[in-house]
């Protein structure tokens, strides 16, 4: 073997070992980043009473310009045929690990106790706006379904593809049951006093006011209480988890 045969092998070798330790500082990394995201979680549990309340202003605080952010108008035909009624029939449908599974028109949630409430959206993309929201209690309506014991997530599927095609990954989101039953938990159908507009996620979306806005699933189809959400999608319990973001993101 002459020295420049030499040298390219060497240098080939070398690159394949630093490529290999390259893959493996990444998926040390990610590792790192889980657990990193289990410790947040957990401090902020310890630490924080469960029913603690994100920050509520008053109306005179409400942003004039209230970004609508990721999808605005779902393209799939059953949202398409839904909102071009109105939303008139309508139904969210609870299920999954629930002894009574519900179905629900938009008429008999806002005859459901609701909660209205002030608070900042916090998007990880560094902006902030404070808006109004009322809606149905979330935890309310999950006692009305009767969580069975095994229940330990509650999975949101939505209408929703960020592709904005029919046939795109739709969107979901799950939270487990501490944040299910936080009173500031709702499932929203009025905004600033008026009815929920689609780019804001119309005819339902979820406040979850103590975590980032991608949390905040819109254009909500249904429900499911699962005992883990390794079977849907991705497996990481959400849309943007499945992709890297964490799953918890709680502020």
């Known amino acids: 073997m002459n020295r420049r045969d030499w040298l390219s092998r060497a240098l080939a070798t070398a690159g394949v070992m630093t490529l290999a330790a390259c893959e493996r500082a990444g998926q040390a990394g990610q590792r790192l980043l889980v657990s990193a995201e289990e410790l947040t979680r957990r401090a902020q549990r310890l630490i924080i009473p469960r029913d603690a309340l994100a920050p509520e202003y008053d109306i005179s605080e409400i942003s004039s310009d209230f970004r609508a952010n990721g999808s605005i108008n779902p393209a799939a035909s059953d949202y398409v045929a839904l909102r071009d009624t109105g939303f008139a029939d309508y139904r969210l449908e609870i299920g999954g ?18 909660r209205t409430q002030i608070t900042k959206h916090d998007c990880v993309e560094g902006w902030t706006s404070i808006g109004q929201w009322s809606g149905a209690k979330l935890g309310d309506l999950l006692d009305e379904a009767g969580l069975k014991p095994e229940a330990k997530y509650i999975v949101f599927h939505c209408f929703d593809a960020l592709t904005q095609t029919e046939t795109g990954p739709r969107y979901y989101e799950s939270i487990d049951l501490i944040d299910a039953y936080h009173p500031q938990t709702i499932l929203a159908y009025d905004m600033n006093g008026e009815t929920l507009p689609v780019p804001h996620g119309a005819p339902l979306r979820l406040r979850v006011e103590r975590q980032l806005g991608y ?8 429900i499911e209480a699962v005992e883990s959400f390794d079977h849907i999608a991705g497996g990481k319990g959400g849309y943007w988890p499945d992709r890297g973001y964490e799953w918890y993101a709680g502020i």
């Open 215 to 222: 949390k905040h699933a819109k254009y909500i189809r249904r």
């Open 97 to 114: 690990l629930v002894e009574r599974p519900l179905s629900l028109s938009l008429a008999e949630l806002r005859a459901r106790p609701s």
